[in-house]
Antibody, heavy 121, light 109 residues
Framework: EVQLVESGGGLVQPGGSLRLSCAASGFTFSTYSMNWVRQAPGKGLEWVSY????????YYADSVKGRFTISRDNAKNSLYLQMKSLRAEDTAVYYC??????????????WGKGTTVTVSS | EIVLTQSPGTLSLSPGERATLSCRAS???????LAWYQQKPGQAPRLLIY???SRATGIPDRFSGSGSGTDFTLTISRLEPEDFAVYYC??????????FGQGTKLEIK
């Protein structure tokens, strides 16, 4: 079964740091690009970051640029999101999602269940 | 940056009815870059449609996508009770990677 499982969420104070992980199984993780997407309470979806299969290409949303770092370990089938200088507005459920490209068609076809990050004093 | 605007914000319909959800882009989007997702409360988003009109694996044929340029539509031909959820359109945009619409909530009338 193709599966993504996020972990590492929790309560952190403003200005603090947190590292999220996403464990992949059921597919050849090293051949897929990956994304982090978040959803603030009661709000819509916001793409956060992208990493290519070999980590050569990385993108960030402007809202997290300079504070968040995406990385992956293909040997461990794992994706990470290091978050620093956290703000209240970073409070959200964070999803990892598999990036799929077919010819010129792009979409995210597999999603984890998410991990909750709460930034509060 | 391309902005996606979904309408209506909330759509109230009864099971068995037809649902038409709209997604309008602030500038032209390649059909290849447009996808639709369904999200139920407490669950992760689920891919429904990619490439504007291709159904994802396991998606019932009552779901269909259409459109081009700046106007895209998700149609649910005959609503089932499990279809009541929030729907998001999404477009791919190189360095911004993905942008989502604000969502349409489909609720039971």
């Amino acid at each position: 079964e193709v599966q993504l499982v996020e972990s590492g969420g929790g309560l952190v104070q403003p200005g603090g740091s947190l590292r999220l992980s996403c464990a992949a199984s059921g597919f050849t993780f090293s051949t897929y690009s990956m994304n982090w997407v978040r959803q603030a309470p009661g709000k819509g979806l916001e793409w956060v970051s992208y990493i290519s299969s070999g980590s050569s290409t990385i993108y960030y949303a402007d809202s997290v640029k300079g504070r968040f770092t995406i990385s992956r370990d293909n040997a461990k089938n794992s994706l990470y999101l290091q978050m620093k200088s956290l703000r209240a507005e970073d409070t959200a459920v964070y999803y990892c999602a598999r990036d799929t490209k077919e010819w010129l068609v792009y979409y995210m076809d597999v999603w984890g269940k998410g991990t909750t990050v709460t930034v509060s004093s | 940056e391309i902005v996606l605007t979904q309408s209506p914000g909330t759509l109230s319909l009864s099971p068995g009815e037809r649902a038409t959800l709209s997604c309008r882009a602030s500038q032209s989007v390649s059909s290849s870059y447009l996808a639709w997702y369904q999200q139920k409360p407490g669950q992760a988003p689920r891919l429904l449609i990619y490439g504007a009109s291709s159904r994802a694996t396991g998606i019932p044929d009552r779901f269909s996508g259409s459109g081009s340029g700046t106007d895209f539509t998700l149609t649910i031909s005959r609503l089932e009770p499990e279809d009541f959820a929030v729907y998001y359109c999404q477009q791919y945009g190189s360095s911004t990677r993905y942008t989502f619409g604000q969502g349409t909530k489909l609720e039971i009338k």
